[in-house]
């Protein structure tokens, strides 16, 4: 799978297969987005990746899934993710634009997974204060962005955007997601 196709096909995945990660594939997507950009090279984020059995569940209580559809997009019993990688940023890091660096450590990580047959799902709606606590978070570091891992027990299928963002299941259990088409969101040479 090349990366156009990686990027085309990527899906939140929120309904994991019963199956470990390899520690390896993990470290892969920490080391892809370790060399991902970073405005003025200033490099102010690190990883923890959460794969231990005990600590699974206790990172998975701070999680609020899907809202639109809640539950029903809450990973049932048995399908939670089997590793997480959170994003964590300097807090002593004063420039402006770490926003990006964030966003391009996220995309690495996601196109990393799927390339190792993982799916995954940003998440930002976290008890981020639970979590720090969790993992022992020292108080000089921020925590950005959360993203669940596991092999993927499910197949989102894009839908034309009609008028709403609002993503929803059919009556198989399908996930539908709304996405505006290429020709609305392009410009070529000004608006």
């Not at 080391?31 to 984020?45: D, F, H």
């Not at 993982?118 to 921020?142: F, Q, R, T």
């Not at 996930?175 to 410009?187: A, G, R, S, W």
Request: one cysteine or more.
């Amino acid at each position: 799978m090349g990366v156009y196709e990686a990027a085309i096909a990527r899906r939140s995945i929120r309904r994991f297969k019963d199956m470990s990660v390899p520690r390896e594939s993990l470290e892969r997507c920490v080391n892809a987005a370790r060399l991902s950009p970073s405005g003025a090279n200033l490099q102010p984020l690190e990883y923890i990746i959460v794969d231990d059995e005990r600590l699974l569940p206790q990172v998975f209580s701070t999680i609020k899934w899907a809202a639109y559809i809640r539950p029903a997009g809450d990973p049932p019993s048995g399908k939670e993710p089997k590793a997480y990688i959170v994003i964590l940023k300097d807090a002593n890091a004063k420039a402006p634009w770490t926003a990006y660096d964030i966003g391009g450590a996220m995309e690495n990580i996601i196109l990393v997974a799927l390339e190792e047959g993982i799916g995954s799902c940003a998440l930002l709606n976290v008890e981020w204060d639970k979590l720090i606590m969790i993992l022992n978070v020292p108080s000089d570091y921020e925590l950005s962005l959360l993203i669940a891992l596991g092999y993927p027990d499910e197949s989102p299928v894009e839908e034309p955007f009609e008028g709403s963002v609002e993503y929803w299941k059919d009556e198989q259990g399908v996930l539908h997601v709304p996405k505006k088409k290429l020709e609305t969101i392009l410009h070529w040479n000004a608006f």
